[in-house]
């Protein structure tokens, strides 16, 4: 049993002995039992005229009735008993007997005992003057003062100890409005008192159809003092609703919100214990329920609500008293309401409010008005999140469009380049430049060797010169493309893992993360460059964002296209290459051809002479070529010269340049190279040649071929390209006249 079940019925125990005791003092006697019924109708007749009271029950005039009983009866607990018995059949009439509860009780012996008091003070002082003086009528005043004092009292007491609230100002207000009350009727009363003391019935009725008169007048006051207060109060609830309306951006996951919504709520629909279920959306890491009266312990009373929200016909606030009533949060309750936080797209949660019963049962408009309200919250919340998710879609929108805008940039940049080197170099920067790195590092994977060879960077400049080269071997970074730290087409291992190898791609730089999502300057992150083969080509490493944090799904998307643009990008270069290749080179012997040197010649030789720097060039012929084609056949001499090519490529540094000139006739470019050096060079290839040994099929005795070199050289023998030429040319058919297989 709840607290004010238990209070309600102790004082009921307690005024009900002692209104007994006064019937045991009094007995049961009285002077005109006629005037029994006449006097119980009369207590009915005036609760029914009573004046309510808003939030403090009402105001009647059953003293009217009381003081001219008692003169009748001559039984001051007889006629309390009366009043006690014509309040309770004035509520069963009003409320019909399945109405009553235990707060009707205490209402009915509450009257009973205050009643009984007051006519007690009156019978004992009234002795004591002259009946119907100036004295009598000041002590009938006293006696109806104190009788509703001692009302007053009674009722303040059963709401102390049920824990009921009160306004200590409308206490005032409406004490005062009682006293007030009581001064205007004793006139009345005393001329109803005088005329019942006498017994004439007409005085008596006269008297009394005055005071019914003003009790009417008085109860058509307070109706429109009533109807005044349900406007103040209509307009109070417009401007709650106005106000959810325009400022409803609260959010139903604070719960500061919350409890202040449902402080506004709860003064407009009191209740006496409510709970609040928010549900995602609204509250984004899960359900949760807030309360102002504390949230109730009992089994699972979340997925119990949560349940109520999924039924289908729970679109509307439900209603429910008594009989099919399950209470979830009081175990006395006897009204219950449910109303969904809901749109007509999104529910959000679920409010639950009880009341006792010793409360009177929520209304239809109570429900309806919680309804409006919570439905407002909720669509100022669908807004809220509406916009939210707006922003996201856009920023969404925003970043692909960057990112879309990146991968063009740097797909822009991979068409300007031809060349390999052009190529990774264009796609460092523009991953660095693009995607928010502080360094990029690419290393290409040869495959006969097992190494990395680092080959373009962007953002290490400084350290490029030292880190180049360090040729990691193939296995300490095949370790790192383990299935374990695989993420898309990317590789990510984290610090944590502990798998920083003595030649980890990329240097440290010294910088202590916080957050779980902050990049650790032992953080790596690959991504292989991989054909169509699934062959591994190289790796793209990028070291520190510039954001500082682990890369988005986004960034390593944008890294696996690029990755894969890369890719095509090397392939299309080689192709190229290998076209241009063919272009310049002779398919026999695999030298530049005629074309070529005429051209690179035409070009260096000008830069040469601009810078001042010498340079010569070598004419070389077989000697008697025609006689080893003649005896041994075209293949044979094939076989020669490819052999002889490949000797003078071996003989010459990078930056020289060899050429097959036409037939068994060769030239080679000597940058950097005096007239007496670019001789030395010849004398040295014929000297080569003369004893490089030919085997050929059916012979037992290799073949042995010799050459001439003819030698002209800038500037000493000219200062145009053309004439250098045709020094050198000169030079060669005088070692063939001299004897051939010398140099001049």
Known sequence: ?????????????????????????????????????????????????????????????????????????????????????????????????????????????????????????????????????????????????????????????????????????????????????????????????????????????????????????????????????????????????????????????????????????????????????????????????????????????????????????????????????????????????????????????????????????????????????????????????????????????????????????????????????????????????????????????HEDRRIFERVAQAGLDDLWEEIRTVTPPAEDIMEYLSERYRLGACYFVSHTEGKLSPYDILPSHARVSTQPDDWHPEDLLLVPLRDQDNRLLGIISVDEPQDGKVPSGETLRALEILANQTVYALESAQIHAQIKRQAVLDSLTGLYNHGYFQETFAVKSKEYAAAGIPYSVLMLDLDDFKQINDTFGHLTGDAVLRSVAGLLSSSIRSEDVAARYGGEEFAILLPHRTAEQARAVADRIRSRVESLPLSVEGLSAPVRVTLSVGVASFPDDGKDHHLILERADVALYAAKRQGKNRVC
């Open 1 to 445: 049993m709840r607290r004010a079940s238990r209070a309600y019925l102790a004082l009921l125990l307690l005024f009900s002995g002692g209104v007994c005791l006064l019937l045991w003092h009094f007995g049961f006697q009285v002077r005109n039992p006629w005037a029994l019924p006449f006097v119980l109708a009369f207590f009915f007749v005036a609760y029914q005229f009573d004046v309510p009271i808003p939030g403090l029950g009402s105001m009647n005039a059953d003293h009217v009735i009381a003081f001219p009983a008692v003169v009748i009866l001559q039984n001051p607990a007889v006629a309390g008993i009366l009043g006690g018995i014509g309040l309770l059949a004035s509520r069963a009439y009003r409320h019909g007997p399945r109405g009553l509860r235990l707060v009707h009780a205490w209402g009915t012996v509450m009257a009973a005992a205050s009643l009984s008091l007051g006519c007690w003070l009156y019978t004992a002082l009234a002795p004591l003057v002259v009946p119907e003086g100036w004295a009598w009528l000041a002590i009938l005043l006293l006696a109806m003062a104190a009788t509703s004092t001692f009302n007053w009292g009674l009722y303040l007491l059963g709401r102390a100890l049920t824990g009921s609230s009160t306004n200590p100002e409308r206490v005032r207000k409406n004490f005062l409005q009682n006293q007030l009350w009581v001064l205007v009727s004793s006139p009345f009363v005393g001329l109803v008192a005088g005329a019942a003391a006498q017994f004439r019935p007409l005085y008596l009725f006269l008297s009394s159809l005055t005071l019914l008169l003003v009790i009417w007048s008085l109860r058509l006051n307070a109706g429109l003092e009533a109807k005044h207060e349900a406007l103040i109060g209509a307009a109070r609830r417009q401007e709650f609703l106005q106000q959810l309306t325009m400022g409803a951006t609260g959010n139903l996951g604070d719960e500061a919100f919350v409890k202040s919504l449902l402080v506004g709520l709860r003064e407009f629909v009191p209740w006496e214990r409510a709970v609040m279920l928010v549900l995602p959306p609204a509250k984004p890491d899960g359900p949760a329920m807030y309360s102002l009266e504390g949230i109730p312990v009992g089994p699972d009373l979340q997925n119990g609500l949560m349940g109520y929200l999924e039924d289908p016909v729970l679109r509307e606030p439900r209603r429910t008293d008594r009989q099919s009533l399950q209470p979830l949060l009081l175990p006395d309750a006897s009204s219950q309401l449910l109303v969904p936080v809901l749109t007509s797209e999104l529910a959000l949660g679920l409010l639950v409010a009880e009341r006792g019963a010793q409360s009177d049962p929520f209304r239809e408009e109570e429900a309806q008005f919680l309804s409006l309200s919570l439905h407002q919250v909720a669509q100022g919340m669908q807004d809220q999140l509406l916009k939210t998710q707006l922003m996201k879609t856009n920023r969404r929108l925003v970043l692909q469009t960057e990112f879309l805008t990146r991968i063009l940039q740097i797909s822009n940049l991979l068409r300007v380049h031809l060349d390999v080197q052009g190529i990774l170099d264009s796609v460092a920067k523009g991953i660095r430049e693009s995607l928010g790195f502080r360094s990029v590092l690419i290393s290409l994977y």
